[in-house]
């Protein structure tokens, strides 16, 4: 830990500046926001495990914070200052997990233009009756077999969940989801995992050793690659009525597989080689 009871002595005051406008950025209030912890939580396992800076006045002049967050033009009253590098290698370093159970498919991902004109007619054609579409008439056979093996949310336990690689500069690139922040003061906990499960979110474990000697463990979810959707395509149709129905179903409607099974069945096959 770099603790600097006075920056005139302990650091150049413009390297202090420096340091704290440019590498330094990360207050203990932001860490708590980016973990979704609390002060306590973060004294207990970060501050004693990443290096940082603490401001502390003297005798002479009370007041560093003061006059630092002046010159900063920043109104925080924090003490305590973190590099997001050094944190996010420790946070690199500290992960325990990094598993996923399922990959969430939009089988409108596979279907040629000509197939989603196809299907866009017929559902407008039977819009008022009664009559089911079945989308495996418009989708190549090995695709439309995937159908078979979506596992609904209430039969989650029976997936397992697969070990694979965090992506590259995890803790900088991606947003970190914990149940207990999504859930809010109103949520359900039930309703927020099935909706994590059904959009196929990677599950990640951090384990930390806190001053104390006790290990803090926390859980994440992360939206990684989770899906397979035509959010990119852009495909021109002719509105000839209910489009934007048509629409709400094609980018609303997915399968929920199991991860080890479109890995081992299904992965190879439709790998990047969507209908353009």
Same mark, same amino acid.
Request: aromatic fraction near 12%; include cysteine; proline fraction near 4%.
């Given at each position: 830990?770099?603790?600097?009871?006075s *920056?005139?002595?302990?650091?150049d005051? $413009?390297?202090?500046?420096?340091?704290?406008?440019?590498?330094?950025?990360?207050?203990?209030?932001?860490?708590?926001?980016?973990?979704?912890v609390?002060r306590? #939580?973060?004294?207990?396992y970060?501050?004693?495990?990443? *290096?940082?800076?603490?401001?502390?006045?003297?005798?002479s002049? *009370?007041? #560093?914070?003061?006059?630092?967050?002046?010159?900063?033009?920043?109104?925080?009253?924090?003490?305590? #200052?973190?590099?997001p590098?050094?944190?996010?290698?420790?946070?690199?370093?500290?992960? %325990?997990?990094?598993?996923?159970?399922?990959?969430?498919?939009? *089988?409108?991902?596979?279907?040629?233009?000509? %197939?989603?004109? %196809?299907?866009?007619?017929?559902?407008?054609?039977?819009?008022?009756?009664?009559?089911?579409?079945l989308?495996?008439?418009?989708?190549?056979?090995?695709?439309?077999?995937m $159908?078979?093996?979506?596992?609904?949310?209430?039969?989650?336990?029976?997936?397992?969940?697969?070990?694979?690689n965090?992506?590259?500069q995890?803790?900088?690139?991606?947003?970190?989801? %914990?149940?207990?922040?999504?859930? !809010?003061?109103? !949520?359900?906990? $039930?309703?927020?995992?099935r909706?994590?499960?059904?959009s !196929?979110?990677?599950?990640?474990?951090?384990?930390?050793?806190?001053?104390?000697?006790?290990?803090?463990? /926390?859980?994440?979810?992360?939206?990684?690659?989770?899906?397979i959707?035509?959010?990119?395509?852009?495909?021109? /149709?002719?509105?000839?009525?209910?489009?934007?129905?048509?629409?709400n179903?094609?980018?609303?409607?997915? #399968?929920?597989i199991?991860?080890?099974?479109y890995?081992?069945?299904?992965?190879?096959?439709?790998?990047?080689?969507?209908?353009?």
């Open positions: 830990m770099s603790k600097i009871t *920056p005139i002595i302990k650091m005051y $413009e390297n202090l500046l420096n340091a704290l406008n440019k590498t330094h950025t990360l207050s203990v209030a932001d860490v708590c926001e980016f973990l979704k609390g306590n #939580w973060v004294s207990e970060i501050t004693s495990n990443v *290096p940082h800076i603490f401001i502390q006045g003297t005798r002049i *009370p007041n #560093w914070r003061a006059i630092i967050n002046c010159h900063l033009n920043k109104n925080d009253s924090e003490l305590i #200052w973190f590099s590098d050094q944190l996010f290698s420790f946070l690199e370093n500290s992960i %325990a997990a990094f598993s996923r159970q399922t990959v969430a498919v939009s *089988p409108f991902a596979f279907m040629t233009d000509d %197939a989603i004109q %196809a299907l866009y007619r017929d559902f407008e054609k039977n819009y008022d009756s009664e009559n089911a579409l989308l495996s008439q418009y989708l190549p056979v090995n695709v439309a077999e $159908e078979s093996y979506s596992i609904g949310v209430t039969a989650r336990s029976k997936v397992k969940h697969i070990p694979i965090p992506p590259q995890l803790f900088k690139n991606y947003e970190l989801k %914990a149940i207990r922040a999504l859930i !809010g003061y109103s !949520g359900i906990d $039930e309703v927020v995992r909706k994590l499960y059904k !196929g979110h990677s599950r990640l474990e951090l384990n930390i050793k806190g001053k104390k000697g006790k290990t803090g463990k /926390l859980v994440f979810f992360v939206d990684y690659n989770n899906y959707f035509p959010e990119n395509r852009n495909i021109e /149709l002719t509105d000839i009525g209910h489009l934007t129905d048509f629409k179903i094609v980018y609303n409607y997915i #399968w929920t199991p991860y080890d099974v890995v081992s069945r299904f992965e190879k096959i439709v790998s990047g080689d969507f209908p353009k």
